[in-house]
């Protein structure tokens, strides 16, 4: 349940952190973080002329708190998550391999909810983009 200016209502959230990129790069990330592994394949990649064979790897680490759950409380588990390999990921999202991405469910259309900033200021300072989609 939500509580906001709007009314209160039934809410039903989910938030993952989606690692994608070559395999070499993010596999270890992935497993350090208990991610499950959702996709492996084979690609090329032109390099100088050259066709070189690389493998890709997605990844994805999903919050275990329950639908009705607070979106505020999955995003500080996945922020809480990925704290101990700041560094890291930086470097993976400055290459677009990182997005975290919230499904937020609703029972109607004057529902709302609320996000703090200082939340948010971990993924910002990292540079993962923030995705969301609003089921009504």
């Known amino acids: ?15 993952r952190l989606f690692i ?5 790069e993010v596999d270890s990330i992935g497993q350090r973080l208990g991610a499950a592994m959702v996709e492996s394949a084979m690609g ?6 050259d066709q ?3 493998v890709r790897a997605a990844w994805v680490l999903e919050s275990p708190l329950s639908l009705e759950t607070a979106i505020e409380s ?12 700041r560094d890291f990921l930086g470097r993976l999202a400055a290459k ?4 975290v991405h919230c499904d937020i469910h ?23 983009p923030l995705e969301g989609r609003v089921h009504l």
Do not use: N
Request: with cysteine; hydrophobic share 25%; net charge neutral.
């Open 20 to 24: 994608s990129g070559p395999s070499s």
């Open 106 to 128: 609703s029972e109607t259309d004057q529902c709302g909810f609320e996000i703090s900033p200082d939340l948010l200021s971990t993924f910002v300072e990292l540079g993962i």
């Open 44 to 49: 090329s990649k032109a390099r100088e002329g």
């Open 96 to 99: 677009g391999y990182l997005r």
């Open 1 to 15: 349940m939500s509580s906001t200016k709007y009314q209160t209502c039934r809410l039903e959230c989910k938030v």
């Open 74 to 85: 999955h995003l500080r588990w996945v922020q809480q998550a990925i704290t101990p390999y």
């Open 52 to 54: 070189t064979t690389q």
